[in-house]
């Protein structure tokens, strides 16, 4: 069992930037890929991110391509994806999501493990 808290949302300008910190549980957290989803009002939850468990291989939408950057600290059992440049398109709920696998993926469906989300607002 895994739990997953994120933190570190809030409310930024267009092209300011957020840190956000997701706090996992458990000794063998370097095993799971983890994730980071959103969703928008009246939208489905999207993939954002994905990176594996030692960090060697990430993975991200086009939509955040060369302005978010994931990372992990298996030692702290940490995750974070730095946002840079926000857009206000980029308002939503952020989730955490960690799967049994070590492989990176980017259906929802894939993951076993959620955490509760932190609001992200871009103003304009």
């Known amino acids: 069992q895994v739990q997953l808290v994120e933190s570190g949302g809030g409310l930024v300008q267009a092209g300011g930037s957020l840190r956000l910190s997701c706090a996992a549980s458990g000794r063998t957290f370097s095993r799971y890929a983890m994730a980071w989803f959103r969703q928008a009002p009246g939208k489905e939850r999207e993939f954002v991110a994905a990176i594996s468990g030692g960090s060697s291989n990430t993975y991200y939408a086009d939509s955040v391509k060369g302005r978010f950057t994931i990372s992990r600290d298996n030692a702290k059992n940490t995750g974070n994806l730095q946002m840079n440049n926000l857009k206000p398109e980029d308002t939503a709920v952020y989730y955490c999501?960690?799967?049994?696998?070590?492989?990176?993926?980017?259906?929802?469906?894939?993951?076993?493990?959620w955490g509760q989300g932190t609001q992200v607002t871009v103003s304009s």
């Open positions: 999501a960690a799967r049994g696998l070590n492989s990176l993926a980017t259906e929802r469906r894939s993951y076993d493990y």
